[in-house]
């Protein structure tokens, strides 16, 4: 039997702004994919997700691949990535979250998905989780001969500053430190993360009303639009997390100019790839309702990354910065977005500077 059997709770990350001058730090690229805590007792390999849910059903693949990669009695902590044309593909990894088994097949052999290991909890019948982690990178290192897929790590900050931008072009979310002395504590935020953030000006097209208020009384979210090069508004985010005040000043703001959607550029005149909001997704079975209002008014959001090709959206929820009444609504278009250089992905496996034209 493990030393360590699930479910255990990963040690989590606190952001951080910048990446400092400090030799107290372990830095590691910061992977887009799912967490995943591994554990191979002899023939029994279990993948558990930071919720502490089997993933073995969604990961046929995975669950091939690792043996022969991995001592007989191990617990490592990581994450599973997507990787497609040199890029981590994050909409493909979502895919293959699916009830259907026959579906999941298909998408092991389409989108494999491979496990890139950052931290060494248990090997044989010793747990590490009291050791630093300096000694759990050691020991994780040592394994790396096995064909084992081991993010990069160094504790030079430059080192860092250039991953963080460097890595991005494969599509990698910033850097993680670790404290070098610090053991790993499970649930805990004792990890540090420096995320890539952005901003960008957005015309507000719609809105949502807060799920716990009368509709009219309080915005839960702002819909936000942006302009291709042939004038047409796509839906590429929204903004929200709102205080309560806030949320019953917005809806008076906006009441004025909500539309009965006559005219509308996401109910009328649509076409073909026009991002639209509140459609129906693998994730919801029925539209969800959003009201419709004059795309009029402009906001600064930030951002950390886009995905899902062309035109693109933003990852997660959008963060208010300030409203941009000198802004025109036509002047918010994706041109405004970073293009960010591509990065060969394999290469970052071995921590290399290297650029794809």
Not at 169 to 190: F, N, Q, T
Not at 284 to 293: A, D, H, I, L, Y
Not at 323 to 339: M, V
């Amino acid at each position: 039997m493990l030393p360590l059997t699930p479910p255990i709770q990963p040690m989590l990350a606190k952001p951080a702004k910048s990446i400092p001058d400090s030799d107290e730090l372990l830095f590691e690229p910061k992977w887009d994919g799912f967490r995943c805590l591994v554990f191979r007792d002899g023939d029994e390999l279990t993948l558990q997700s930071r919720a502490g849910k089997p993933l073995n059903r969604y990961f046929p693949e995975v669950l091939a691949q690792l043996p022969p990669r991995l001592p007989e009695r191990v617990v490592l902590d990581g994450e599973l990535v997507v990787g497609r044309e040199g890029h981590l593909d994050f909409d493909a990894l979502t895919e293959r979250i699916h009830p259907a088994e026959s579906r999941i097949r298909l998408l092991a052999e389409q989108t494999p998905a491979t496990f890139v290991a950052f931290d060494l909890l248990a090997l044989g019948d010793e747990a590490f989780l009291g050791e630093p982690t300096s000694a759990r990178r050691e020991r994780l290192a040592k394994l790396a001969g096995q064909d084992l897929n081991i993010t990069p790590a160094t504790t030079d900050p430059a080192t860092a500053r250039h991953w963080f931008e460097l890595f991005e072009g494969a599509g990698l979310d910033g850097v993680i430190g670790k404290p070098l002395d610090a053991g790993y504590e499970p649930g805990k935020r004792i990890m540090i993360k420096y995320k890539h953030s952005r901003t960008a000006d957005c015309v507000v097209a719609g809105l949502r009303w807060h799920k716990d208020s009368t509709p009219g009384e309080a915005v839960g979210s702002l819909l936000l639009g942006l302009y291709d090069d042939n004038g047409v508004l796509h839906h590429p985010g929204v903004v929200g997390s709102f205080p309560v005040k806030r949320r019953k000043e917005l809806a008076a703001e906006f009441a004025g100019l909500i539309t009965d959607g006559s005219g509308h550029p996401w109910l009328e005149g649509t076409t073909e790839g026009q991002r639209l909001p509140g459609g129906i997704t693998r994730w919801r079975s029925t539209e969800q309702p959003w009201v419709p209002v004059r795309p009029e008014r402009v906001v600064e959001v930030a951002y950390e990354h886009t995905e899902g090709g062309q035109p693109s959206r933003f990852r997660h929820t959008a963060q208010f910065i300030r409203w941009r009444p000198d802004r025109e609504p036509e002047s918010c278009t994706y041109a405004q977005l970073e293009e960010v250089a591509r990065y060969d992905l394999d290469a970052v496996f071995h921590g290399e500077v290297k650029r794809t034209r």
